[in-house]
């Protein structure tokens, strides 16, 4: 048995992405006297770098940032970063609300710098338990392992009064297909592209018809010289996103509150009307030019583009100098193999899921009818009795939040949330005598 004392936390974090850099800058605006750590297993903070495409922009506007729809005069306000860089007047100037992908990634390294204090770069938790030995009672603190390789054996020992998950959405692959040499998730695709040698890429092929996919399709186009490119959809071409200013209503703080407390019919519903603001859909102008190209590649008779509608992947085989991908048409119900050198899948990604990082801890997280976890308004997981501590997410309450629980939208309100939620936890604690 494990004799040595954990370090003792108010809060941990673990993951530092955008979400968790969010909670962090809300502690951190709030002078609370929680001690707090974050661990991240990157070396440092990173979000979505396999898609930091010139020309990519955000899909949300630079209000969505860090902490101005909980704090409108943050000091970590995308504004504050544009004033801090000298660039405030030359970005109004622009007259448009969505900076580049970026710039945006610069300002979230910029945040990042000033509240990193509280993070641990390069250190993975690999388990989160009850304390041992337990004592009578409700567990007031869980014990993390963390793998960090500047601590004595390697490991550390963290007890924490509450734990914030946030290891970020999953890569999700077409069924069947592993990733391997040629066959790439979007999210690895600029490193993916830079270790190839570009000169002999002669076709690819970019399956999905999200945004990923578009803007995949248009930077190849666009940035490898002679490349064919074959976009494999499961519809007529790319849909667009409904951004107008009704439907994005669906992302708004006050939108969270309504579907938390709606029924099941009425969350059916909401996915039903407004999953088209966010899934399998591309903006305007990437969707206009990308258009523009394949006409004028039609044109020119280049036959660069190739659009491949209504069709699916079913079986790709990795030979040694290419890959062959097998391709479904439901419009024949027949199918055919193509050969390419790199198969990219831009096929989206899947909720966060924390039943790995809880492994045992998660027989004492309550579920509902169809196996998902229970979640409290304030993003806490409803737990047993066993438990005093707070475990709660950033993410995987899709079912409980809606549409905007994985997304940049809510992002700063979510976290002062949880912020808020885990300062009152412990001042109860204190009025109670629970905790001096």
């Not at 506007?61 to 943050?74: E, M, Y």
């Not at 002999?200 to 940035?223: C, F, K, M, P, T």
Request: charged content about 25%; proline content about 5%; hydrophobic content about 35%.
């Amino acid at each position: 048995m494990e004799t040595r004392e954990p370090e003792m936390y108010d809060v941990v974090g673990i993951g530092f992405g955008p979400s968790n850099l969010s909670l962090a800058v809300a502690l951190e605006e709030q002078r609370t006297p929680l001690k707090t750590v974050f661990f991240e297993r990157r070396p440092s903070i990173s979000w979505h770098p396999g898609m930091l495409m010139s020309g990519a922009k955000m899909q949300v506007s630079f209000l969505k940032d860090l902490a101005t729809f909980r704090n409108p005069v943050s000091e970590f306000s995308f504004v504050s970063y544009l004033h801090e860089m000298g660039r405030l007047a030359r970005f109004v100037n622009n007259q448009d609300f969505f900076p580049s992908r970026q710039e945006f990634h610069a300002y979230l390294e910029w945040a990042g710098a000033k509240v990193a204090h509280r993070v641990t770069y390069n250190a993975q938790v690999t388990a989160v338990r009850l304390p041992e030995p337990h004592a009578s009672g409700p567990a007031d603190h869980l014990r993390l392992e963390v793998t960090d390789p500047r601590s004595t054996g390697g490991t550390r020992l963290v007890g924490a009064r509450n734990v914030v998950i946030s290891t970020g959405l999953v890569p999700r692959m077409p069924p069947g297909i592993e990733r391997g040499e040629s066959v790439w998730h979007s999210s690895e695709f600029l490193h993916r592209l830079k270790e190839r040698d570009t000169d002999g890429l002669r076709r690819v092929a970019v399956v999905g018809a999200g945004q990923s996919a578009a803007e995949i399709v248009r930077y190849l186009h666009d940035n490898v010289p002679g490349v064919s490119v074959s976009a494999i959809l499961p519809s007529y071409g790319y849909s667009i996103a409904d951004n107008t200013p009704f439907a994005n209503q669906v992302f708004d703080p006050d939108a969270a509150d309504e579907f938390y407390r709606g029924s099941h019919r009425s969350k059916e519903a909401i996915w039903h009307y407004h999953k088209n603001t966010n899934y399998s859909v591309v903006d305007n102008e990437v969707l206009s030019d990308l258009y523009q190209r394949a006409y004028a590649d039609e044109v020119g008779n280049e036959g660069r583009l190739d659009f491949i509608n209504l069709a699916r992947v079913v079986d790709v085989k990795q030979g040694p100098n290419d890959t062959r991908v097998t391709v479904h048409s439901l419009a024949g119900e027949e199918s055919y193999d193509l050969d390419v050198d790199v198969l990219v899948c831009a096929t989206g990604y899947d909720p966060m899921d924390p039943t790995e990082i809880l492994g045992d801890l998660g027989a004492h997280c309550l579920q509902d009818d169809e196996d998902r976890y229970r979640v409290t308004r304030d993003y806490r997981l409803v737990t047993t009795d066993a438990l005093r501590c707070g475990i709660y997410l950033q993410g995987g309450t899709e079912h409980t939040h809606g549409l905007s629980s994985s997304l940049l939208s809510n992002l700063a309100v979510r976290s002062g949330e949880i912020a808020s939620s885990i300062l009152d936890s412990r001042v109860a604690e204190e009025e109670m005598g629970i905790r001096v």
